[in-house]
């Protein structure tokens, strides 16, 4: 990958720090700004038809009428998720919160909620078959560890982590919206902002899964995940930069 990418994401990084700051009520705006498009986002590209306006209405606790109960449950099951991140920043990232977001993720389907799968599944059109259920707990724990004995920039390990976790696929469902939020936590945790993965860019996401279990290679997923967080922060340095 083109590293000059990450120093420019760190100078960004470090150049909001030494801005004036927004206040609390600027930050809330942005924040639920963000938490509606994301959910949106997030949910749409596991299959939920809500637009973005409805998952708005969805979010402010409103019923859409014709859209199925599953799709209001999954998006607000979404942002109570992200919702629990945020007051979890401070924890470790362990099997158990894992388990916990998947609980909230999953509220549409509380008898799998938080609990790993016991059957095998295949990824229609995945490059990998993920593996049996009894090996799961060793895996994530596995996975974990690895993450956690990481030193690479944390752009790069919040990515290896994301792919390595939809490969183990531990739940039946929800796996994408769950590592999707524990790719933000991890970035969360490193003092980056949050990244949204838009419905509009799936096969590019999907294609930097199918490079990595392909070929070995991590560098579409890094340089995806590196693209939004600069993008991100350029969008916030903009919004601390006084009128000319």
């Known amino acids: ?66 859209k199925p109960l599953r799709c209001h449950l999954e998006a607000f099951g979404h942002k109570e998720a992200f919702g629990f991140i945020e007051e979890n920043i401070n924890a470790e990232i362990s099997g158990r919160l894992i388990r916990q977001v998947h609980s909230l993720v999953l509220a549409d389907r509380p008898r799998d909620a938080g609990i790993y799968r016991r059957i095998p599944v295949r990824i229609s059109g995945a490059e990998n078959t993920p593996p049996d259920p009894v090996m799961i707990p060793e895996l994530v724990e596995r996975l974990i560890d690895d993450y956690r004995n990481d030193t690479s920039h944390a752009i790069i390990r919040a990515a290896m982590f994301h792919l390595k976790f939809e490969g183990i696929h531990p739940f039946v469902d929800g796996n994408g919206r769950t590592g999707r939020l524990i790719l933000n936590m991890s970035l969360m945790k490193e003092g980056y902002l949050p990244v949204d993965v838009k419905f509009s860019d799936r096969v590019k996401y999907y294609d930097a899964f199918s490079e990595y279990y392909g070929t070995g290679n991590p560098e579409g997923m890094i340089n995806l995940v590196a693209e939004y967080e600069l993008r991100s922060l350029e969008e916030r340095v903009a919004l601390l930069t006084p009128d000319s």
């Open 1 to 66: 990958m083109a590293y000059e990418i990450l120093n420019e994401i760190d100078a960004l990084k470090d150049k909001i720090l030494s801005m004036r700051p927004l206040t609390q009520g600027e930050l809330e705006r942005l924040r639920d700004s963000f938490v509606e498009e994301y959910t949106y986002n997030s949910t749409a590209i596991e299959g939920n038809t809500l637009t973005l306006y409805e998952t708005r209405l969805v979010l402010e606790g409103l019923t859409v009428s014709g």
